[in-house]
Nanobody, 127 residues
Framework: QVQLVESGGGSVQAGGSLRLSCAASGYTSSSSYMGWFRQAPGKEREGVAAIYTGGSTTYYADSVKGRFTISQDNARGMLYLQMNSLKPEDTAMYYC????????????????????WGQGTQVTVSS
C-alpha cells in the first residue's frame, strides 16, 4: 500500500523560503513521475513540479521556474520541494503525488494522471 506524507508547510513573508518534504512508503515505480501540486481556495489543483523517478529529469510550471527546485532521495523514499523567493500567490495547499504508469503515458502537470496523493500541507505567504 502506497502512503505519501507531506511536511514542511507553514507561514512566511514574501521573499522567504520553505522546504516541503514527502515521505513515500510502498512506492516502487522507477519509470514514472512524482510531483508536487497545489490548490488555492476556489481554484483548480495545478501542477507545480515533477521529477522522473528513474533519473533526474525535472519539470516546472512557468510560475515557479527559477524559484522552486524539486528533488528526490530514492534510497530514503523522500521527495522534496525547495521554495525560494516566495510570493503571496504561492499560497495554497501543497500535495505530494505519485503516478503508477510509465512516464510516456503521463502528462506531468495533470492531476488525473497521478494515482497516489498525500494529505497536503498548507503554505501561506504574506505580503
Amino acid at each position: 500500500q502506497v502512503q505519501l506524507v507531506e511536511s514542511g508547510g507553514g507561514s512566511v513573508q514574501a521573499g522567504g523560503s520553505l522546504r516541503l518534504s514527502c515521505a513515500a512508503s510502498g512506492y516502487t515505480s522507477s519509470s514514472s513521475y512524482m510531483g508536487w501540486f497545489r490548490q488555492a481556495p476556489g481554484k483548480e489543483r495545478e501542477g507545480v513540479a515533477a521529477i522522473y523517478t528513474g533519473g533526474s529529469t525535472t519539470y516546472y510550471a512557468d510560475s515557479v521556474k527559477g524559484r522552486f527546485t524539486i528533488s528526490q532521495d530514492n534510497a530514503r523514499g523522500m521527495l522534496y520541494l525547495q521554495m525560494n523567493s516566495l510570493k503571496p500567490e504561492d499560497t495554497a495547499m501543497y500535495y505530494c503525488a505519485a503516478a503508477d504508469r510509465v512516464w510516456w503515458l503521463i502528462q506531468w502537470s495533470s492531476p488525473q494522471d497521478f494515482r497516489y496523493w498525500g494529505q497536503g500541507t498548507q503554505v501561506t505567504v504574506s505580503s
